[in-house]
C-alpha cells in the first residue's frame, strides 16, 4: 500500500497550501479574518482531504474525501479571483496558484472518476 504524499496530486496541493499562505501574508491587515481565513482553509482543506481519504479503507469513504477535497478546490478558485479583482494579488501570483490548482482539479476529477468506476 503506498503512501497519499506519493500521489501526485497530493504533493502539488501541498504546494499550492504553501503558496497560498505565503500571497496572503501580503493582503491587507483587515482581511485577516475574511478571505485570508477563508482561502487558507480552502488551500489546506485540498491535501488534508486527499490525505484523509486515501487512508480510508473503502473505494466510497476515499471517493467522498476526493470530491470534499474538489469542492474546496472549486472555493479557493472562486476566493482567487476575488482577490486579483481586489488587487491583494499580482497577475504573477494569480496565474501561478491558479494554474497549479487548474492542475489539481483536473488531477482530483481523474482520480475521483477511477476510484468511482473501479
Do not use: H
Not at 9 to 27: A, E, R
Not at 72 to 91: P, V, Y
Amino acid at each position: 500500500m503506498s503512501s497519499y504524499k506519493d500521489l501526485i496530486v497530493w504533493q502539488k496541493s501541498y504546494k499550492l497550501s504553501l503558496l497560498i499562505y505565503s500571497i496572503t501574508k501580503k493582503f491587507p491587515k483587515e482581511e485577516m479574518f475574511g478571505l485570508v481565513s477563508q482561502m487558507r482553509r480552502a488551500s489546506v482543506s485540498i491535501p488534508s482531504n486527499i490525505a484523509e481519504g486515501n487512508n480510508r479503507f473503502g473505494k466510497k469513504d476515499n471517493a467522498q474525501f476526493l470530491r470534499i477535497a474538489y469542492g474546496s478546490a472549486s472555493e479557493l478558485e472562486t476566493q482567487l479571483s476575488i482577490s486579483k479583482d481586489l488587487k491583494f494579488t499580482s497577475d504573477k501570483e494569480y496565474t501561478e496558484a491558479s494554474g497549479l490548482l487548474s492542475e489539481i482539479m483536473k488531477m482530483l476529477y481523474t482520480l475521483l472518476v477511477r476510484v468511482s468506476n473501479v
